[in-house]
């Protein structure tokens, strides 16, 4: 059972006659006794109401702080993440840029091979046209020299 100070004030004693206390002491102990034990009442529900108050900032805090490492997490995560996709983006583009670079370096070799190919028909042309005028200056030599005769082909010399 609790005692309130109300309680500890209105506590009645049985007063013997011979060895009894005194009344007005008692009273007067019972009143510093019953004002003490309200102190430390009143300042056990103090006590109590900041404590509550503690528990609750301290909850706040700790749900801050659990909500502060989620996200902290996330972040690192969702940073990585970056990072991996530009490196991937990178990767990419250096693979676009070998393929765009062998892709114009087979269309060079190709063009190289086609103007070698003409440089050549062109030399072959070149001597056909060279062995059709000695030819054809042959023929007119022959042509010259039966119509002419000898003289035709001294006169040259």
Known sequence: MRISPLDIRQQQF???MFRGFDTHEVDAFLDDVAEDYETVLKENA????QLATL???SRGL???ER??????VTTQRLGDEMKAAARREAELHMREAELRGEKLLEE???EEAKIKSEIQALRRLRRQLIEDLR???????RTM???FGESAGDAKL
């Open 14 to 16: 049985t007063v013997r």
């Open 46 to 49: 103090l006590l109590k109401e």
């Open 55 to 57: 528990e609750e900032r």
């Open 62 to 64: 700790s749900e801050r």
């Open 67 to 72: 909500a502060l490492q989620d996200t902290l």
């Open 108 to 110: 060079v070799r190709s």
């Open 135 to 141: 030819a054809t200056l042959e023929s007119y030599h």
């Open 145 to 147: 020299t039966a119509e």
